[in-house]
């Protein structure tokens, strides 16, 4: 596996399997942070610690295995061009923040994608396994047994009081942070989710857009994670995000039945119109495509549209995200040579499939 | 209600700014709340612990201002022995610069990681499999007084 692999294909491995209510959900992801005991954290270490902790990393695991998850490749970020930082973030395999402390920072990702270990990032150590739909359980248990695995040779900063020790206060205790992202045409569209927004914030979680800002989120994808890290379990956390995750479903589903019902045909042209764009443009910018995908998207899971695969709302969003159209170019472009290569390679990817 | 920055986009992030006694609301949309550093940009957040933090500190001990005016007394930062942390840069930057600072600073945590974390303050959660040693045995010993209480 070489870094070739992950910048050409756009699609992580495990993204190709549907998971369960994967017409909703897209993809459960754990995260933890951890550091180690007896060095200072990256925001005030010394350059030499750093280093130290980056060479570790790669003289230990490069090339090892666990599990299922084969032959961790590792990557110095200071090695990689402008444009390869950007499709590592649009592929969501490291953080933005990594990019920047490129200096020293490093990660190991595994063959599938599925597990992406970041170094000096924050913290020393943020560990993110992903899962395909909606299986917060299996990407806990593994994510458990990926930091026992770890920790057979890093002592991790721990506290009996206050658990496992992060830079940043919002992070200790677990460590973790437990998320989601799902699908929610039919609540964004009737506006039911602006609405149900306050009530899961008060349960200790977030509701983000992934790919826009604030609530209005582009292509109608949502993160929902946990806010709180401190005082509850990781079981617990996670059984408080599945309750509610659970629920947006249901209500997902039942409010496309009712679009289906009480507008049908108002719906069916606005997908198909959306289709016919997105088979057709010839510019078109992020937004616009984000928006038409989601679409198209929901044509897909509502039996409209047939000949399309499922996985593809998750393929075209990260391949017409600007770091990867330039990665697909080698070179940097304009925003508007963006959207005119955004369109073509939109037009070619709905004749293949069709 | 539109964002007071930009006035184009609704404003989503509302904050209310203590500093000095003096209440200040805030309106903002996510954009210009990363432009103008209500939040930090790559912070899974969605609100800004930086001002958080500066209000409790604040409102915690109003008087220590008055006393460091005084030319005879110089007051003791309190400062982490490991990695150089003082309690103004952690005040600022909200962020711990090691595992000591967190008992270097263990006065001042309680209010803060309740506010955060819903009004906790202790760990509930895994403890390192290797070397959690006598902890293993202590919450095995909890669980089973639970289940006895119960």
């Known amino acids: ?354 | 209600m539109e964002c007071q920055e930009c006035h184009q986009r609704p404003a989503t992030l509302h904050y209310t700014q203590v500093s000095n006694g003096n209440k200040h609301e805030v309106h903002v949309c996510e954009v210009c709340a990363k432009e103008k550093g209500y939040i930090l940009p790559n912070s899974e957040e969605g609100y800004s612990l930086h001002d958080l933090l500066k209000g409790l500190f604040n409102f915690e001990n109003p008087k220590v201002n008055h006393t460091s005016k005084s030319p005879f007394q110089t007051t003791k930062e309190i400062q982490c022995p490991s990695c150089g942390m003082t309690l103004t840069q952690f005040k600022r930057i909200s962020k711990f610069g090691c595992a000591e600072c967190y008992h270097t600073f263990s006065d001042k945590l309680d209010p803060i990681f309740r506010r955060v974390h819903n009004g906790n303050i202790k760990h509930a959660g895994k403890i390192p499999k290797r070397r959690g040693g006598h902890l293993h045995l202590k919450k095995q010993l909890d669980t089973i007084r639970k289940s006895y209480a119960n």
């Open chain 1, 1 to 354: 596996m070489t870094l070739r692999h992950f910048m050409n294909e756009a699609i992580s491995p495990w993204m190709r399997e549907q998971g369960p209510d994967g017409d909703i959900v897209l993809s459960s992801r754990i995260r933890l942070a951890r550091n180690f005991a007896d060095k200072p954290f990256p925001i005030v270490a010394e350059l030499q610690d750093l280093e130290g902790i980056h060479q570790f990393f790669k003289k230990e695991y490069e090339h090892t295995s666990f599990k299922d998850y084969q032959d961790f490749e590792f990557i110095s970020i200071r090695n990689l061009s402008t444009i390869e930082k950007m499709v590592l973030v649009e592929k969501h395999l490291v953080s933005p923040l990594l990019t920047k402390n490129a200096q020293t920072s490093a990660a190991l990702i595994s063959k599938n994608e599925q597990v992406s270990i970041m170094v000096n990032e924050e913290d020393h150590i943020r560990m993110q396994l992903y899962y395909p739909g909606f299986q917060l359980n299996n990407a806990l248990n593994e994510a458990l047994e990926l930091d026992d695995w770890l920790e057979e040779k890093v002592n991790f900063a721990f506290d009996e009081k206050r658990g496992y020790l992060t830079s940043c206060p919002t992070n200790v205790g677990t460590g973790m942070r437990a998320s989601v992202m799902m699908h929610l045409p039919a609540l964004t569209l009737t506006k039911q989710l602006n609405r149900m927004i306050p009530a899961i914030n008060q349960l200790g979680l977030v509701v983000r857009g992934i790919y826009g800002e604030g609530s209005e989120s582009l292509g109608k994808v949502f993160q929902i994670s946990n806010q709180t890290t401190l005082g509850k379990s990781e079981e617990d956390i996670i059984e408080d995000l599945q309750g509610v995750v659970q629920q947006l479903i249901t209500h997902e589903r039942n409010a496309r039945k009712r679009l289906m019902e009480q507008s049908g045909v108002q719906l069916e042209d606005r997908i198909f119109r959306s289709y016919g764009i997105l088979k057709h443009s010839r510019i078109i910018e992020s937004k616009e495509a984000a928006n038409r995908l989601s679409d198209v998207r929901l044509g897909i899971d509502l039996d409209l549209i047939q000949d399309e695969s499922h996985s593809i709302l998750n393929e075209l969003m990260v391949v017409t995200q600007p770091g990867f159209l330039q990665h697909y170019a080698k070179k940097t472009l304009t925003a508007n040579e963006r959207d005119i290569l955004r369109a073509s390679l939109i037009r070619e990817r709905l004749r293949i499939e069709a």
